[in-house]
Structure formats: C-alpha cells, structure tokens
C-alpha cells in the first residue's frame, strides 16, 4: 500500500505584479547569518511574477544606489538586497517605479519592519 505523501502545486497567476516589496530596518543577527551576511545589515527584499522580472528588477536596484545584491532567483522571482536603509529605500523604489512605468507590471508597496 503507497503512502500518503503531501502534494506540493505551485501555480503562476498571469499578470506582471510585484507582490512584495519590503524593508527590513534592523534584521536579526541570525537571519542575516541564515543569508550568508557577514554583518548585520537592512535587507530589501522582492518578489515578482512573471519570475524573470527579478533580473530585472534586480539591474534596477543596483543602478540606482549603492546596494549589494544578495539573492536573486529567475525562477521564483525573488530578489535580496542589502545596503544601507537610505539606499535600499531609493533601490526597491526605483526598481517598483520601473517595473511599473516601462513594464506595465503592477506596483506593491514598500513596507518596512
């Protein structure tokens, strides 16, 4: 008799969206650890759909201030970023804006915590 194993379905809705856009202040000293991070940095992190679109974004963050990119995934469209707050606030704007404006993909806010 086979077990019963739980099914895992991952579904893209169409569209073009940033669906998270988010700031985080003062991190963890083990979430940065968990990151790879030597120091405990802010962190600005993204997801987007389609997930190509963090290579975008991802060009965008770099380009518009002096942040480190940590992470970025074609395939599920996440993207990390670190730097300090000031930098990482005009970044993941910029890259939002740009995503927005050029690509016709619909904004998220920026949240910070």
């Known amino acids: ?8 379905i991952q579904e893209y809705v169409p ?3 940033v669906t998270l856009c988010h700031l985080i202040s003062h991190p ?3 979430l940065s650890e968990k990151l790879g991070l030597t ?3 802010p962190i600005g992190v993204m997801t987007i759909t389609p997930s190509e679109a ?3 974004a991802a060009d965008c963050t770099v380009k518009a201030a002096p942040v480190d990119i940590v992470f970025v995934d074609r395939f599920t469209g996440s993207l990390v970023v670190t ?5 990482l606030e005009v970044a993941l704007k910029e890259a939002n804006t ?3 404006l050029s690509l016709g993909f619909q904004k998220a806010e920026i949240t910070r915590s």
């Not at 730097?83 to 930098?87: F, R």
């Open 54 to 56: 963090a290579i975008i």
């Open 1 to 8: 008799m086979a077990e019963d194993k739980p099914r895992v």
């Open 83 to 87: 730097g300090p707050v000031s930098a």
């Open 28 to 30: 963890d000293g083990k």
């Open 98 to 100: 740009y995503l927005a």
């Open 39 to 41: 120091e405990k940095a």
């Open 15 to 17: 569209g073009k969206q």
